[in-house]
């Protein structure tokens, strides 16, 4: 498994481009939003991942290792190969795949080119959970939970009955009024949205 190249470009086109390490050219398809930032005769390094089929064998590289995790989700999607995976990270970012998936919105996805109504809305559904977007503050920088804190706070309230929609536009609603400690700490940020939110569905159930 090739799980990563860092190398001198030695061409790049509209999706893709060619990496040489050690003198061997690895031809990569990567996000056009990637490809337009790479330069012939930069070093680049790319997370990778490589797709195996009875025909060929195709590598797909990434800036960050967030887009190759939401690459290899896309591809567990039924009806999505890796070139609607693709397709889908160079029109989404990360945080916008999440933001849909976590509002349930489809329409997206609809719009990227090979996405059909079908696949579209089985990308929302199989993915639900499983993608988490970063929490927005109040217009700076400070005002935002780092998206590791962030997804564990609404992985737990998913866990005590929350369903993640509602998870996760609660957290997005408190970072902005949380002090810089608060926006730190697991336990902190979760009794914010607690309190918000009230007694847990299973509490209030008694499951």
């Known amino acids: 498994m090739i799980s990563s190249l860092r190398g001198s470009v030695l061409h790049v086109d509209a999706e893709s481009a060619i990496v040489e390490v050690g003198g061997v050219g690895f031809a990569v398809a990567v996000p056009a939003p990637l490809a337009r930032t790479l330069r012939v005769g930069d070093e680049a390094f790319l997370h990778t991942n490589l797709v ?14 967030g887009e190759l995790e939401t690459f290899a989700l896309l591809l567990s999607v039924s009806g999505v190969g890796p070139k ?3 397709g889908v990270l160079s029109a989404l970012s990360v945080d ?3 933001d849909a998936v976590a509002a349930e919105d489809d329409a997206p996805f609809r719009r990227v080119s090979g996405i059909g109504p079908k696949t579209a809305k089985l990308i ?18 400070g005002g935002a939970a780092p998206t590791a804190i962030a997804a564990q706070v609404v992985a737990a309230l998913v866990a005590l009955g929350w369903s993640e929609r509602v998870s996760t536009e609660t957290v997005h609603e408190i970072v902005g009024g949380a002090s810089a400690a608060e926006r730190a700490a697991v336990p902190a940020l979760l009794k914010l949205a607690l309190a918000q939110l009230g007694p847990s569905r299973t509490e209030r159930t008694g499951v």
Not at 59 to 64: I, N, Q, V
Not at 125 to 141: N, S
């Open 84 to 86: 609607s995976a693709l």
């Open 52 to 65: 195996v089929r009875d025909d060929a064998l195709s590598l797909f590289g990434f800036a960050e290792r």
């Open 124 to 141: 929302v559904v199989q993915l639900a959970g499983k993608l988490h977007a970063a929490p927005r503050g109040g217009g700076d920088a």
């Open 96 to 98: 916008q795949i999440a």
